[in-house]
């Protein structure tokens, strides 16, 4: 099957500019990724359509919010910050993403999306030339957007209670297949814990739904199909700039 964009083929190039741009292109710097069949036109396939969030401002207030509470929940686990602490770090940057979505679920945050505004081709032009950061920054797609709230809608179909999230938060951050842990067998040990209990407190509050726990788990997995990127420059971009989000979190993280 041929998943390229159709809309290139579909659609010809006006021919000075593509005479301008091909002359640019032959003539770019090692390196360079410019790419002038990406800025002639705005593609519409949902895999390259660039969006960004409606009532931006009171949406990632929100966004913020659940991220301080998903961090202190964090900090919060003492056999969390008995780990040593490149463990607490990687296993940060592994699960943040999938905690926050989780946190987006338990507080019923819901969101909109629009198309992004079409930068000038000027303006993408110089941002190659200038090597900026936010040309090279994978923007949010809305085939991205639709499989975030796609796994959000199955959470709420599945009306978690608060010690539900609880413990499925646990089993998502002591995930012992994060490389190069240390103490790998002892997140593993808590993994199972949180598991454990998770199961225990499903079978408490729903005895004749045998297959409930199951299905828990099997909709927790699609939460590493999405990736810390798109939540990052969909619900944090506006609000940190060109700052790291991953450093913020440590800071928060490790800060006493």
Same mark, same amino acid.
């Given at each position: 099957?041929? @998943? ?6 579909? #659609? ?10 091909? !002359? ?8 360079? =990724?410019?790419?002038? @069949?990406?800025?002639? +036109? *705005? ?25 301080? /509470?998903?961090? +202190?929940?964090? /900090?919060?686990? $003492? ?18 993403? $999938? ?23 000027? /303006? /993408?032009?110089?941002? @190659? ?7 090279? *920054? ?14 959000? %809608? ?8 608060? %010690?539900?999230?609880?413990?499925? %938060?646990?089993?998502?951050?002591? =995930? ?5 842990? %240390? ?8 993994? !199972?814990?949180?598991? +454990?209990?998770? *199961? ?5 509050? +729903? ?7 199951? #299905? ?21 971009? $506006? ?18």
């Amino acid at each position: 099957m041929d @998943n390229r964009c159709q809309c290139s083929a579909s #659609r010809p190039l006006n021919p000075i500019l593509f005479t301008i741009l091909s !002359q640019m292109d032959n003539s770019k710097p090692p390196g360079s =990724n410019f790419n002038y @069949n990406t800025v002639a +036109h *705005r593609c519409n396939c949902e895999t390259r359509r660039t969006v960004c969030l409606k009532r931006s401002s009171e949406i990632c207030k929100e966004a913020s919010a659940v991220l301080v /509470k998903t961090i +202190h929940f964090m /900090k919060n686990l $003492p056999a969390f910050n008995q780990l040593p602490p490149n463990d607490m770090f990687l296993l940060l940057k592994s699960c943040w993403a $999938p905690l926050f979505i989780l946190g987006l679920a338990q507080e019923g945050v819901t969101f909109e999306v629009t198309d992004s505004p079409a930068d000038s081709l000027l /303006k /993408k032009i110089l941002l @190659n030339q200038q090597g900026s950061s936010e040309g090279e *920054r994978e923007q949010p797609t809305m085939a991205g957007v639709s499989k975030l709230k796609s796994c959000l %809608k199955k959470f709420w179909s599945l009306d978690l209670s608060p %010690k539900e999230f609880a413990y499925l %938060k646990g089993t998502t951050i002591f =995930n012992p297949d994060v490389p190069d842990l %240390k103490a790998s067998l002892f997140v593993e040990g808590l993994q !199972q814990e949180a598991q +454990h209990a998770l *199961r225990e407190v499903v079978q408490l509050l +729903h005895p004749r739904d045998e297959e409930r726990f199951a #299905r828990i788990l099997l909709t927790a997995s699609v939460l590493q199909s999405i990736t810390p990127n798109l939540i990052a420059e969909l619900f944090f971009r $506006p609000v940190i700039g060109q700052a790291d989000l991953l450093e913020l979190l440590v800071d928060m993280l490790f800060c006493r």
